[in-house]
C-alpha cells in the first residue's frame, strides 16, 4: 500500500509463558522503589508483585479500577511524589498500561496533566522517558505494550484522546501467555476482539507498509481461530497464538494507523464510556461491509478486504442465506457481546456521532474514505 516507510519498535519484548517471573530484571540497575499499577482483583498481578517484592524491591501497589482518564493519572502521579520512582510496573489489561505509561511521563517530568494535550511540551514527548515503564500484559487485546500513546478520558469533552508520543513507548515489554487464562470470559472476548480487529485495519489501512502486512496478513486467520478456541476452553497452543496477535496488532498498528471501526470507537467510547474492545468488535463487521461497498472492485484495498471476509468466513462458518461475515455475527450474538443500544446509544444520536466517527484520527488511515453517511449506515447496523 505504501511502497515508501519506515518502522519503529523501541520496546525491548520478552515474550513467552512464565516470562513474567524475571520482572526484577527487566528493572533499571540499581532500583529500589517502584509503582506496581495493577487491576481491580489483582489475581493475575499477584505473582508479579511476589516477584518484585522477592527481588528486595519496596512496591508501591496502586489500583487502576476503571479506564484511565487525565484525573486518574494525575491523582496517582500526586501519591507517588513523597519519593523517588525507578519505575513503573504495569500489569493489567490495557486500561492499566495505558495509565502506567501515562504515570512513567509524568513522574519523569514532574508534571501534571490537564484537559488540552496540546500544553504538554513536544520535546518532552519525543524523549525517552527517565522513569520507565515496564509493561506487563494480561489480556490480549489492546497490545499497548508496544504502542506510543496512552488513551485517556477527557470527560469535559466527552471524549477519548492519545497522549502520544515516544516517551510513551514502555520500556520493557514482558508478555507472558500465562496471565491472560485469568480474565474473565467477557473481557476475553471483548479484548480479544480488540486484537483481531487492530490486525484487520492495519492490514486495510491506507498507510499499510510490508512491514505491517507481515505481522498481519498471517495473523487474521491465526487471531479469529485462537478467540474462538480460548473461548471453548482452549489449550495453551491457542493462548500463545492469542497473546502473539495481540502483540503484533500492537506493533502494525504503532507503524500503519487503524481505521473506521476504531475511529468510531473512540467517539462512541467517550461519550458512553463503553468498554473499547467491545464497541471494535461489535464494528468490524458493519465497517467492513461499508468498505466493500465503497471499495472499487479490482483495487489493492478491495482484495484486502476480501480476504478479511474470506478468513472470517473460514474461521466462522456463514449463516444460511448470508454473507460472508455473518457467521461471525451470529458467534458474537452467542457469546453476549453488547449492541450499541446497551450502551446507551439511540437512534436520534447517529447524525452526530456519524460525524464526529468521520473526523476521528483513526478514520483518517481507513483504507477508504467514508462519509458520515456511511457512518451513519455502519452505527444503525451495529445499534
Not at 490480549?140 to 478520558?153: C, D, I, Q, R, S
Not at 478456541?229 to 498498528?253: K, Q
Request: glycine share 10%.
Amino acid at each position: 500500500m505504501n511502497p515508501s516507510f519506515s518502522f519503529s519498535v523501541p520496546t525491548i519484548v520478552r515474550f513467552g509463558n512464565g516470562i513474567s517471573n524475571d520482572i526484577a530484571e527487566a528493572l533499571p540497575a540499581g532500583a529500589k522503589r517502584v509503582a506496581l499499577l495493577r487491576g481491580a482483583s489483582g489475581i493475575a498481578a499477584g505473582p508479579v508483585r511476589e516477584a518484585l517484592k522477592q527481588a528486595g524491591l519496596s512496591v508501591e501497589d496502586i489500583i487502576c479500577a476503571k479506564e484511565p482518564s487525565v484525573a486518574s493519572i494525575n491523582s496517582v502521579v500526586a501519591s507517588l511524589e513523597s519519593g523517588s520512582i525507578d519505575a513503573v510496573v504495569a500489569c493489567g489489561g490495557g486500561a492499566v498500561l495505558d495509565s502506567g505509561k501515562a504515570v512513567a511521563f509524568c513522574l519523569s517530568h514532574g508534571l501534571l496533566l490537564t484537559d488540552d494535550f496540546a500544553e504538554v511540551p513536544q520535546h518532552l514527548l519525543d524523549k525517552v522517558a527517565t522513569v520507565p515503564c515496564i509493561a506487563v500484559p494480561t489480556t490480549a487485546g489492546t497490545g499497548a505494550e508496544v504502542t506510543a500513546n496512552a488513551v485517556l478520558e477527557i470527560p469535559s469533552k466527552q471524549a477519548k484522546v492519545s497522549l502520544r508520543g515516544r516517551a510513551l513507548f514502555p520500556a520493557v515489554a514482558l508478555v507472558d501467555p500465562s496471565l491472560l487464562r485469568t480474565a474473565p470470559p467477557n473481557t476475553v472476548l471483548s479484548s480479544g476482539l480488540d486484537a483481531i480487529v487492530q490486525t484487520i485495519e492495519s492490514y486495510t489501512s491506507c498507510a499499510a507498509t510490508p512491514f505491517s502486512d507481515a505481522l498481519t496478513r498471517p495473523n487474521i486467520s491465526v487471531g479469529l481461530a485462537a478467540l474462538k478456541a480460548v473461548l471453548s476452553g482452549g489449550d495453551d497452543d491457542a493462548w500463545n497464538d492469542m497473546a502473539w496477535v495481540s502483540l503484533t496488532s500492537g506493533i502494525a498498528l504503532a507503524n500503519s494507523g487503524l481505521g473506521a471501526a476504531h475511529g468510531a470507537a473512540s467517539v462512541l467510547g467517550g461519550r458512553y464510556g463503553a468498554p473499547h474492545g467491545a464497541l471494535c468488535g461489535r464494528l468490524v463487521v458493519p465497517v467492513l461491509r461499508q468498505n466493500l461497498a465503497v471499495a472499487e472492485r479490482g483495487t489493492e484495498i478491495h482484495t484486502r478486504l476480501t480476504e478479511c471476509a474470506s478468513a472470517i468466513a473460514a474461521a466462522f462458518a456463514p449463516a444460511l442465506g448470508g454473507d460472508a461475515m455473518s457467521g461471525l455475527e451470529e458467534w458474537q450474538e452467542a457469546q453476549g457481546l453488547p449492541r450499541l443500544a446497551a450502551f446507551g446509544v439511540v437512534a436520534s444520536d447517529i447524525e452526530i456521532l456519524a460525524a464526529q466517527s468521520a473526523s476521528a484520527s483513526s478514520s483518517r488511515k481507513n483504507g477508504v474514505p467514508l462519509t458520515p453517511s456511511d457512518y451513519a449506515e455502519i452505527l444503525t447496523a451495529a445499534l
